[in-house]
């Protein structure tokens, strides 16, 4: 089975622009959730979806969205990008039942 | 609120010692607890939760919850254990809204 896939792996935007990150869930999965990783605030959960509703959010600004697809694919947004959103996303899927989260390798965003 | 401390931002033992990551907790109610590992150059993974109470690669870890606590160990450790470690705390009834504590970086020395 593929794992959690993130593209794209790297990027670099400029302050005030907008970001789209994408994950592939797991084949079967229906659970997807988005970390913000951090050197400074480690990992923060910001959202879950599951069959296309988010479940749960984080403590996170209206900045940061998401959405799910009917096939599980998973997009998370942020607008107005900040200095500040520099960090390494990570998206993580689950199946049905289960607790056991498997993470992707990540999305790496700059702002400059 | 829930929330989860690891003191140790590093730790260095040699090869053959044993060693503990301690993660504290603090969750009203009754969460469930794991370990996640990262290997240099690897995905965050599963290494163990408190439910399967089971040993992977001779870790272990015991949920104890009058010190809410669920500290790590393993007996003799091995260069390759040389990783990041996160404990983590789900509360949710449902869904994967994870508390991760900060990480402990564990280093065995040859």
């Known amino acids: 089975k593929a794992g959690v896939t993130q593209t794209p792996r790297y990027l670099i935007k400029t302050r005030g622009q907008q970001v789209t990150l994408s994950c592939s869930p797991i084949?079967?999965?229906?659970?997807v959730s988005w970390y913000q990783q951090t050197p400074g605030q480690g990992l923060q959960f910001l959202f879950e979806?599951?069959?296309?509703?988010?479940?749960n959010k984080g403590n996170f600004p209206g900045r940061f969205s998401g959405r799910q697809f009917s096939n599980s694919r998973s997009e998370m947004n942020v607008s107005t990008l900040e200095l500040g959103d520099s960090a390494l996303y990570l998206c993580?899927?689950?199946?049905?039942?289960?607790?056991?989260?498997?993470f992707g390798e990540g999305s790496w965003l700059t702002v400059v | 609120a829930q929330r989860v401390t690891q003191p140790e931002k590093l730790l260095s033992v040699f090869k053959g010692a044993p060693v503990e990551l301690k993660c504290n907790y603090s969750?009203?109610?009754?969460?469930?607890l794991f370990w996640y590992v990262q290997y240099s150059r690897q995905r965050l993974q599963l290494l163990l939760r408190?439910?399967s109470r089971e040993s992977i690669k001779g870790f272990t870890a015991d949920l104890n919850k009058g010190e809410t606590s669920f500290h790590l160990k393993k007996p003799f450790a091995q260069e390759e254990d040389s990783a990041m470690y996160y404990c983590?705390?789900?509360?949710?009834?449902?869904?994967?809204?994870?508390?991760f504590g900060p990480g402990t970086r564990l280093s065995v020395l040859p």
């Open positions: 993580a899927s689950s199946g049905q039942g289960g607790n056991t989260i498997y």
């Open positions: 084949s079967g999965h229906r659970s």
């Open positions: 979806y599951f069959s296309e509703t988010q479940r």
């Open positions: 969750y009203s109610g009754s969460p469930e």
């Open positions: 408190h439910i």
């Open positions: 983590a705390l789900s509360g949710a009834n449902y869904g994967q809204n994870f508390v």
